[in-house]
């Protein structure tokens, strides 16, 4: 399973249809939206939520510089810079929290990806370090949600059987006629256990999400590559049930691997 934690779009100048979790806020589309990100980010996934658009194509406004100088020669008497658009910004390394700062730019980078949508869930991109994006919806006239970040690859076992529910409820007459119900909706669900697999990546991405985004009950954005073959769906925009009190479990041994169940619930 791939989960999308952390939402960059969130930090950025997108419209704030394209930003709220719910999927019926929809933007309606005539032209591409330019989306630019509050510095340079590491991105390799986008999540794409309710849109009647056949694909959707992304370009990128590179980012081909070096965030990081001299990390490696710091101590923690000295100072190093960063380097954002070719200004410097000098801070000790104990302030430094490096989960809020794109790796070194990727190699031989694309600045375009075009991505078939076929449902709302998650989709992988070639990686990039950009500082903006264009979204153009092929044939679509409108988008629920659009985020973008890094993909957290998470080993899972079933911990609840996949299922398909609705909230309708049927009518029993007084003359115990049954009159089939209406005006409810479905919704798949399942439940996944990742047993001593969330490690330092997962972390830190949760660590960076959950102030403004898991803590305020955001769904994520799902992509069950390694599940394919024990569930019937690939995809899910889905909230996880508890994240009142989003919780782990330590591993016996000395190593950084944490453990959680996840009930997911698809939402719109």
Not at 34 to 51: H, K, L, N, Y
Not at 79 to 102: M, Q
Not at 215 to 240: H, I, N, Q, T
Request: net charge negative; with cysteine; proline share 5%.
């Amino acid at each position: 399973m791939k989960v999308l934690f952390y939402d960059v779009i969130q930090n950025s100048n997108a419209p704030d249809s394209l930003k709220t979790p719910a999927l019926a806020d929809r933007l309606e589309y005539s032209d591409p939206v330019t989306v630019t990100f509050d510095f340079p980010r590491s991105i390799d996934a986008v999540g794409i939520g309710f849109t009647d658009a056949k694909a959707i194509r992304l370009t990128w406004t590179l980012f081909d510089g070096y965030i990081l100088n001299n990390m490696t020669a710091a101590t923690p008497e000295s100072s190093f810079a960063i380097t954002v658009f070719g200004g410097n910004a000098y801070h000790r390394p104990d302030d430094f929290v490096y989960e809020f700062l794109p790796d070194a730019p990727v190699a031989n980078m694309r600045d375009e990806a075009l991505v078939s949508y076929d449902g709302s869930g998650l989709y992988e991109v070639p990686p990039v370090t950009a500082s903006a994006v264009t979204i153009e919806c092929a044939g679509g006239t409108y988008i629920g949600r659009f985020a973008a970040g890094k993909a957290v690859s998470l080993g899972t076992a079933l911990a609840k059987e996949p299922s398909f529910n609705t909230t309708e409820k049927s009518l029993k007459t007084l003359s115990g006629q049954i009159i089939a119900g209406n005006g409810g909706y479905n919704f798949r669900s399942v439940g996944l256990d990742t047993r001593y697999k969330i490690g330092g990546e997962a972390m830190r991405e949760i660590k960076a999400a959950y102030p403004g985004q898991i803590a305020k009950g955001f769904p994520f954005f799902l992509l069950f590559d390694s599940e394919v073959r024990r569930l019937p769906f690939y995809r899910m925009y889905a909230k996880d049930k508890s994240t009142n009190k989003f919780g782990f479990e330590s591993g016996i041994h000395e190593r950084y691997l944490f453990s959680r169940k996840f009930d997911f619930e698809e939402c719109f």
